[in-house]
Every structure is written in C-alpha cells, then in structure tokens.
C-alpha cells in the first residue's frame, strides 16, 4: 500500500491512522495524510480484488465450459484466467471512497491504478454507493431499480484510452486524432510515463483514430490502428501511456514525485482537499 502514497509518512504513523479508521469506519478523512492513505488503500483492495477474482475465474484445464461470467471473460480449456481486460468497454466502480472522493479525478485515478485497463475503456462510479441498494430493490422492482440505476446511480467520468505492451519512458507510444460533431479536432501525442487528460463534456462524443507505434495494441492487434466513439463524462479522456503493469521507480523519493505528478495531471490533492476547498470527502461506505 505504500508505494501508492505521494507524501512520506512513517510506516507506524500510517499504521495508526489505519487503525483509527477501522475503529472509526465512518469518519471522513480532515487532514490531507488521511485523504492520501484512503485512497492509497482503496487502490490496493481493488487490485486485490480483481487479482482473486482473475484468479477464481478460470477455466478447467482440458474441458470445455459454458461461460458462467461477462463477455468480457473468454472461453479457454488450458485452465487460463478468463478475464481479459482489453475485451472489458466498462469499469464501474463504487464504494464510498470512489462515491465520495473529493473530485470525481481522483475515482478515476484510483480505477485506472488499481485495474490498469488496457484499450479503450469507459470509466463510471456510483454517485453515492447505490449499487448494493438497487440490488436488493432489483428482486422487487427491476424496472424501477434500472431507471434509478441509469438515472440517479450511474456517474460517468469519461474513457481511458492505454496502449498494452512494453513501453519506454520517453518514447513515443501513441498517436491520436479526436474529432467532434462540431468539426474540431485534436491530435494527441502520447509518450511514455505519462498520463493526460483532455475534456470531453458528459453525453459529448468524439471520433478517435488511434495509432499505437510498433509492438503496442489498444484493441486491434500491435501495431494496428483503431477506430472507436468515445462518450465524455466528468472526467474527460484519460490517455495512460504508463504501461502495463505499472513500473515503479526503486527510490522512494523518485516514486513519490512520480506518483505526485501522474495525480496533477489529473487534480491535484491540495486544491480539492476539504482543508483546502471546503469539500467534503466522507460519507457512508468507507
């Protein structure tokens, strides 16, 4: 959980603040250190997440079997994980530390850190930890609890678009051509290491053209290009260009800075932090 934080704390100050929270689940998060240590964890519970469930997911080696899971998970008999996340088109998180995030930039980070989708991949989180409800409310009312679910629960934040493959930093690894409804458009040079945004209002769509240099594939194969509709939403468009898995530099410093970085290009933690901007980042669910 550590290598996820931006600022340095003591392994026992972390700890206690841990603990703090488990004693006192509800409580919202005052002080920067705390918002940063959530959202730290947070990352790690999702990853963790969906590693058991890739794991769990899996095939019976020699034996064919109907799929029990989404048409993301691909049929196999080698007894592979059937997840494959460049078939997934949609992530929805939810919980109370995405629902309640101080910045809908800081959910999606948080998605795209723990669950490193790779192609093009539309982001969305529950407004304010509704799912589990409406799942109780489908057993009754499932025409009902979809029309909420669409209009009250779902949160769009916009699509991330990263290239799967080996990347260096520095290297140009992607090239982007969006096109809008009003005939503007927007050429994106995406190099490795960083990650951008650029923004596309909720319920706008674009036309993107993606060219992903030699050995990396957004959906098409390596080296392929892509052609796809992309629909905005809180966020905007999220280009990852930090591969895939996530490299961590070895000095603790340096992880910081870099950690420090990839969360401006997004929001920044002082600007939207309760302390700093008056906004609430607590609630039920945490």
Not at 55 to 67: D, E, I, N, P, Y
Not at 104 to 124: C, H, K, N, S, Y
Not at 226 to 247: C, H, S
């Amino acid at each position: 959980m550590e290598r996820w934080l931006t600022t340095e704390l003591s392994a026992d100050d972390v700890r206690n603040r841990i603990k703090n929270k488990i004693i006192r689940p509800t409580t919202i998060p005052h002080l920067l250190e705390d918002l940063i240590i959530e959202q730290a964890l947070c990352r790690e519970a999702l990853r963790l997440a969906l590693e058991q469930h890739a794991q769990f997911a899996t095939s019976l080696k020699g034996v064919q079997r109907r799929r029990t899971v989404a048409d993301a998970f691909a049929q196999s008999g080698s007894g592979d994980t059937l997840v494959n996340m460049m078939d997934l088109d949609l992530i929805i998180g939810s919980g109370g530390v995405l629902s309640h995030a101080p910045r809908r930039e800081q959910a999606a980070l948080m998605m795209v850190d723990a669950f490193q989708p790779t192609g093009v991949t539309q982001l969305a989180v529950d407004s304010i930890f509704m799912m589990p409800h409406l799942g109780v409310l489908s057993e009754r009312a499932p025409e009902a609890a979809m029309e909420v679910f669409w209009r009250d629960c779902l949160v769009p934040l916009g699509p991330v678009i990263a290239p799967a493959g080996k990347t260096r930093r520095g290297a140009e690894l992607l090239t982007a051509v969006l096109k809008k409804p009003d005939g503007t458009s927007l050429e994106v040079k995406l190099m490795g290491g960083e990650i951008k945004c650029f923004p596309l209002a909720e319920g706008e769509t674009a036309q993107v053209t993606l060219r992903p240099a030699r050995g990396l594939d957004v959906g098409e194969g390596p080296g392929k290009p892509r052609e796809a509709t992309l629909t905005g939403g809180k966020v905007g468009i999220i280009f990852d260009g930090r591969g895939r898995p996530l490299q961590f530099d070895d000095d603790p410093h340096m992880r910081r800075m870099r950690l420090a970085d990839w969360s401006r290009s997004l929001t920044d933690y002082e600007a939207s932090h309760p302390a700093h901007a008056g906004v609430a980042a607590g609630g039920e669910g945490h």
